[in-house]
């Protein structure tokens, strides 16, 4: 059994909506647009800036270990010469909950928050940022866990064995309640706001900047840090940046009801049945270690990374077995996506284009390379980018149609390069960054290339797709081992296209000792 449950595409989408009073009334009136925001910071707006990029940071200490605060740390070497911070999803496991906001994010940050000198004294509803932090939400943030599972604890035999174990799970008593915790901590929750009186006066006084799309958001450091919607945009010297919400089409296409798709069926129930019984010899496992030993609790560490793999794994599995005619594609931010890029290549002042979000297209950790998830988002954002070229295709001629898509999820730190894919997604630049602070992962064996079937009139064949240049993730064997956790900083260089420098930074452990390297930058 899975201990944490994701909610239907239509739950989240309407959820959110509701939490941000999508198009009401009052917002249609004034022309506001609710997926567009302007940093307020201050600062001109030069065309030379940097920014840090970090993801699936959301854990806690672990027996002794912080590594989201290690990296937190080295950031804060960065903050100063960085004008904003981007999160690719995943703030809080292992199922988004409010509860876990002190530990798992407030207290590792705090240093970027106002009052993170006392950060017990800070409430997760009401952070203000003093660097802008610009997160996109990640499965794990719209997580739930069911109602009875405290109930139920003394019971199910599963969570008996998950609660007499060792591994320190980050579960408490309710998961995210469909994506609510991470709406109150980072979105402008106008849900909150009781009367229509206070809903117009709190819209004049936050969204007053004026662009060509409406009025907008105004993101003020240190005064107001609540960002518009689960999906925005905003530019930065010259730069438009699009923060997505994967999770919303993310789902994967149905499978066929014929000989072959049926077969198919019974081959992933049996798959998922394997993968419960090893989970729980994991956790029989785990329950006869005390962890008072350091090698008892480098195993107990490996047996956690193994469960939340395994977990992951029956997840993908759960969507695929689940999904029919009636599973929902979120086409209102895709054409959303689709049209802000448009209009940004018709747009002079724009000199590139950065596109965020959590699940990769194109990765080669071990876990996600072929997941259905994988594919799906690869296949939704591939006609999507078609789409694009066919309107601006003269306008792009010789250049990406989008600089540079950043990524989460996979737990790792990877550089990827798409080459000839047939479609609107070749040649781009992918960067995963997913390996700042929960457990890292490592490389297929498969090695870096990958590859799609395709069938011409030669017959069928693999086409090469991508190409990883750069991974960086857990290695090594026994007290050999490394754990190299990492973030970003990508510097913006001045000129038209935009010249991007990025910074790998690395917080690796071997055993008891950390050490903080600085990888060779790279251009894009």
């Not at 239907?8 to 989408?13: A, G, L, N, R, Y």
């Not at 956690?304 to 992951?312: G, H, L, P, S």
């Not at 990827?416 to 992962?441: E, K, M, P, Q």
Request: hydrophobic residues 35%.
């Amino acid at each position: 059994m899975l201990f944490v449950s994701d909610p239907p595409i239509s739950v989240k989408i309407s959820k959110m909506k509701e939490r941000v009073r999508w198009q009401d009334r009052l917002i249609v009136e004034r022309g506001i647009d609710q997926t567009r925001m302007v940093l307020d910071d201050g600062s001109q707006d030069n065309p030379e800036f940097s920014f840090l990029v970090v993801g699936d940071s959301g854990a806690g200490s672990y027996r002794g270990y912080n590594p989201q605060r290690q990296i937190a740390e080295q950031m804060l070497s960065q903050r100063d010469t960085s004008r904003f911070v981007l999160h690719t999803g995943d703030v809080i496991y292992l199922v988004g909950s409010s509860e876990y906001y002190l530990k798992n994010f407030i207290s590792p940050y705090r240093e970027m928050i106002v009052g993170g000198e006392r950060p017990e004294r800070i409430a997760y509803d009401k952070m203000v940022f003093n660097l802008p932090f610009l997160p996109v939400p990640g499965n794990h943030d719209y997580y739930d866990l069911p109602f009875f599972f405290g109930l139920m604890a003394q019971s199910a035999l599963p969570l008996r064995r998950l609660l007499q174990s060792k591994l320190d799970i980050d579960v408490g008593w309710h998961g995210s309640y469909q994506g609510k915790a991470y709406a109150k901590a980072f979105l402008d929750y106008l849900k909150g706001i009781n009367s229509f009186e206070q809903l117009g006066h709190h819209l004049d006084r936050h969204y007053t900047a004026q662009t060509d799309t409406g009025r907008c958001l105004r993101y003020q450091p240190g005064r107001f840090t609540r960002l518009p919607n689960r999906y925005y945009t905003f530019r930065s010297g010259g730069i438009d940046f699009f923060a997505v919400d994967s999770n919303t089409f993310n789902e994967p296409a149905p499978l066929p009801h014929t000989k072959e798709g049926d077969a198919y069926r019974r081959e992933l129930e049996k798959r998922r049945d394997r993968l419960e019984q090893k989970k729980m010899e994991i956790l029989e496992a785990s329950a006869t270690k005390n962890g008072e030993k350091f090698e008892e609790n480098e195993r107990l560490e490996d047996l956690r990374t193994k469960v939340t793999q395994i977990d992951e794994m029956k997840m993908d599995i759960d969507k695929q077995l689940a999904a029919d005619a009636t599973t929902v594609t979120d086409y209102e931010q895709l054409n959303w996506l689709k049209e802000r890029l448009i209009e940004s290549w018709n747009n002079s002042a724009v000199r590139g284009r950065v596109v965020y979000f959590h699940h990769p297209p194109y990765v080669t950790e071990a876990t996600k390379w072929q997941q259905a998830q994988t594919l799906a988002i690869r296949r939704r954002l591939r006609l999507l980018l078609d789409e694009v070229a066919g309107v601006v295709g003269r306008q792009a001629e010789g250049r990406p149609l989008v600089d540079l898509i950043l990524n989460g999820h996979a737990h790792c730190l990877e550089y990827l390069r798409t080459g000839d894919t047939g479609h609107a997604d070749s040649n781009l630049n992918w960067i995963v960054c997913g390996g700042s602070g929960f457990s890292l992962r490592r490389q297929r064996k498969e090695g870096p290339e990958l590859t799609e079937a395709i069938w011409d009139e030669q017959g069928a064949g693999d086409r090469k797709v991508a190409r990883s240049l750069l991974f960086v993730g857990r290695n090594g064997q026994g007290p050999q081992k490394r754990r190299p956790y990492s973030f970003l900083r990508i510097d913006v260089k001045d000129g038209n296209p935009a010249k991007f420098i990025v910074r790998p930074f690395i917080s690796e452990r071997i055993g008891r000792q950390w050490s903080e390297i600085a990888l060779e930058p790279f251009a894009i």
